[in-house]
């Protein structure tokens, strides 16, 4: 008889749940985990997009711990590094710089070799949790939650719930330190050319909870919604929406959405302040506009100009690259297209021009005024359809 009960606890636990009901809570305690790292680690807690009432802050605390073993501060100072150095040789997880199998398969490693730097806890930790539980029990003891989660498993589901558990204990490196940090840095599309190597790895974001917008979140970075297309799902936003229905939580930061006066065609400081906020939407923008341009010039350039399709293939990513991001083997590049197409390099050299807009902060409101409106009569009298459109949505910016 104790036998028996032995090999039955063994083989079902206390729950006595089916492969597909043991299947569905494993989906359910990582998506919450997932929710944890962010709503609250990443866009709370790091950004302060949003506060978040005591008892869900406290909630997705007490669940990190117990899931992941994650430590506040630790999370909190790594992410931050990782925008203030982004790409860079001092970025805790690049996959421009460390390479994305390096990223990819080791991320977590990497994570954890950051987590002992004192200098970046010191420098960029500030402002998470430092209460008598935090200090402790969940940073002093960051390994005992994990181990109770080990017991509950198996308590749970016997021998099956070791495999849940590792299940549980591999969610966060592979989706975050590996995919997120990885690939969400390597391979995707991209919204917005922000300073960094950023991409949206999808469109949908609910297996990591939003998460995959990254290349909207790198360049909203305060912002507690990463979406910012109509097609484009964050279901970490929707949870967000429900938590401040019910006082659980109160956003306090979204990318702003630009609003357009169709009948306005008159530059004022209005709308320098206006094109200047939504600086992204308007790159975004002419992107659209330089893809006009290369549509219009393609032919020409495989037919007459006898360009490669290797050549024109990575030309036409450069043309929408940060131009500060350009080294110099790419000015060369398309210095090289740009002798066999005047549209193409007056639209480069004006995309130059509008950026310094937000760049000069040493002008004053006056001399962005003045510079603007030359920017728009010279598209406008340019003679190139697609610049003299642009031009004219510019002007309607409210």
Known sequence: ??????????????????????????????????????????????????????????????????????????????????????????????????????????GAELYRAEAKNQETLQKYGYGTPDDWIERNLYTKHSALGVSIMLILDVLLFGVVGLAVWAVQMAWIPFWAAGVVNGIGHYWGYRNY???????????????????????????YGTSAKFSCKWYEIDIGWMYIRMLSAVGLAKVKKVAPEPKFDRSKLHLDFDTLQSVIANRYDVTATYAKSVRRIWAEELQHLKEKAKLESRFLRSSRKLLHREPSQLQEPHKEQLTTLFQHSAQLKTMHEMRVELGSLWERSHASRDQLLQQLQDWCARAESSGISALRDFSLRLRSYA
């Open 1 to 106: 008889m104790i036998l028996d009960a032995v090999l039955d606890f063994l083989s079902n636990g206390l729950t006595h749940f089916t492969g597909w009901e043991v299947f569905f809570f494993t989906l359910i305690v990582t998506h919450i985990t997932i929710c944890g790292v962010t709503i609250y680690l990443h866009r709370s807690a790091t950004h302060r997009g949003l506060d978040l009432h005591p008892i869900a802050s406290h909630f997705f605390r007490f669940w990190l711990w117990m899931t992941t073993g994650m430590v506040t501060k630790q999370w909190v100072a790594i992410h931050r590094k990782h925008h203030a150095k982004c790409e860079t040789e001092d970025d805790p997880h690049s996959p421009v710089v460390k390479g994305i199998k390096k990223v990819f398969f080791e």
């Open 193 to 219: 050319e922000c300073n960094d190597a950023a991409t949206n790895v999808f469109p949908i974001g609910i297996i990591i909870g939003g998460e995959e917008l990254h290349n909207n979140h790198h360049t």
